[in-house]
């Protein structure tokens, strides 16, 4: 298992990554409500705020798992999150996902977020590989991903119904030697 316990404060040019605040959540609410994260997500539109209030509440306790705010230091307000779960002990792997809601897109602080959380994983813990997927309908994503060192593993075909439409979930993985690979071409 991975403990991680300890919430990072981790500083990048456009970005913080920082534990949760009470003063997120409007914010929070906010990339929830967003379509075009309930599409791009595959979520349902609509949610429980209270159960919602106490789920980000209770981040900051989790130590086997890691949520934080992706903080627009500009405008000083949340603009998404980053999320590391689902540890599989057998792999040495754990699942990387990462929302952006409508104040922080096409800036590229979704990059930096994920490339900093990258890095952060792979110098402060002992996992072998992060794992993600990512619906093809979302090409920038898909992007983002590739440009970090990403690849793809596998294709789950036919995975969401969306509007009448049988969309595929990408499966991608990022060893430990492939970003240190990336790291030395940098």
């Known amino acids: 298992m991975v403990y991680l316990g ?10 913080i990554l920082r534990p949760f605040k ?14 075009e994260v309930v599409r791009l997500t595959g979520s349902t539109p609509g949610f429980d705020r209270d159960a919602v ?20 230091p500009s405008q000083d307000i949340l603009v998404g999150e980053v999320v590391l779960n689902l540890y599989d002990e057998k792999r040495n792997s ?3 996902r990462i929302l952006i809601g409508p104040r922080g897109r096409n800036r590229g602080l ?5 490339q900093l959380i990258i890095d952060y994983v792979f110098n402060n813990t002992a996992l072998h590989q992060l794992t993600l997927s990512v619906y093809d309908f979302n090409p920038r994503a898909k992007n983002v991903y590739k440009k970090v060192g990403f690849v793809v593993e596998s294709i789950d075909e ?11 979930s990408i499966n991608m993985k990022l060893t430990r030697e492939d970003w240190q690979k990336n790291e030395t071409l940098q």
């Open 110 to 114: 979704g990059t930096e977020a994920t």
């Open 53 to 72: 209030y106490d789920w980000y509440n209770t981040r900051n306790d989790q130590t086997d798992r890691l949520d934080l705010a992706v903080v627009d």
């Open 158 to 168: 036919n995975e969401l119904e969306f509007e009448g439409e049988w969309i595929d």
């Open 22 to 35: 009470s003063e997120d959540f409007p914010y929070i609410e906010e990339c929830l409500n967003d379509s």
């Open 6 to 15: 300890q919430k990072p404060l981790i500083v990048g040019e456009k970005i």
């Open 94 to 96: 754990m699942n990387f």
